[in-house]
Nanobody, 112 residues
Framework: QVQLVESGGGFVQAGGSLRLSCAAS????????MGWYRQAPGKQRELVAD???????YYADDVKGRFTISRGNARNVVYLQMNSLKPEDTAVYYC??????WGQGTQVTVSS
């Protein structure tokens, strides 16, 4: 059974930083794409950043220049470095592997 487990969420003041980690187990092949999504209360889940083969990355407009997605050395590990955090970044952050595998989410709360 494929499982994705996120870690690194927490509570931080505006302007602070957090680093999220996601590791997948139960799968031998590497995901072509891994990504980070977030869902704030009352809002739809949205793509924050993803990373494909090679150096291809995508960032949502409101996190460009503040967040950095990267892959780990191990297969199916992905990170999200979040700097200059804002209260509007508060959400549950989910890791996604491939087209259909999701983690359980990790809460990020940014206070003003």
């Amino acid at each position: 059974q494929v499982q994705l487990v996120e870690s690194g969420g927490g509570f931080v003041q505006a302007g602070g930083s957090l680093r999220l980690s996601c590791a997948a187990s139960g799968i031998i092949v590497a995901f072509n794409t891994m990504g980070w999504y977030r869902q704030a209360p009352g809002k739809q889940r949205e793509l924050v950043a993803d990373i494909g083969r090679g150096s291809r990355t995508y960032y949502a407009d409101d996190v460009k220049g503040r967040f950095t997605i990267s892959r780990g050395n191990a297969r199916n590990v992905v990170y999200l470095q979040m700097n200059s955090l804002k209260p509007e970044d508060t959400a549950v952050y989910y890791c996604k592997g491939g087209d259909s595998f999701w983690g359980q989410g990790t809460q990020v709360t940014v206070s003003s």
